[in-house]
């Protein structure tokens, strides 16, 4: 066994849980990636551009028959850890505003198995 296998052979994975969140394309997902750093230091996650159908808003066609209307969202994936999950929960809500009209959507998994991840000392925050 080499030594990278022996070290992610001896990694514990941390019970976890995924956090799922649609939001609008108003820059939210980058406002909540930076607060969860900050002020939680969360690093497992990310943000990805997607289309979404009837997830910020009623979904309406134009005539029968057709496909509803997508509009651009953010899916934001977050992996939290089990213990914190229902307040990150909560702090996610408020933090991204999803109460809000049209303001998304928000999902918990049940338990996950995660390797835990760490960034380097040093590696600088993204500029917007």
Same mark, same amino acid.
């Given at each position: 066994m080499h030594a990278a296998e022996a070290a992610f052979a001896a990694t514990k =994975?941390? *019970?976890s849980r995924l956090l799922l969140c649609v939001l609008p394309d108003d820059g939210t997902d980058?406002? =909540? =990636?930076?607060?969860l750093r900050e002020e939680?230091?969360?690093v497992q996650a990310d943000s990805s551009a997607?289309?979404?159908?009837?997830?910020?808003? &009623?979904?309406? #066609? *134009?005539?029968k028959g057709q496909l509803p209307e997508s509009s651009f969202v953010k899916l934001v994936q977050?992996?939290?850890p &089990? *213990? &914190?999950?229902?307040?990150l929960f909560d702090y996610v809500y408020v933090t991204a505003r999803? $109460?809000?009209? $049209?303001?998304?959507m928000l999902v918990l998994s049940q338990p996950?198995?995660? #390797?835990?991840? #760490? =960034?380097?000392e040093g590696v600088p925050d993204e500029v917007d």
């Open positions: =994975l941390a *019970a980058r406002h =909540l =990636l930076r607060q939680h230091s969360i997607c289309r979404g159908v009837s997830v910020l808003q &009623e979904a309406s #066609t *134009a005539r977050i992996i939290i &089990e *213990a &914190e999950a229902d307040a999803i $109460g809000r009209p $049209g303001g998304g996950i198995q995660a #390797t835990p991840f #760490t =960034l380097p």
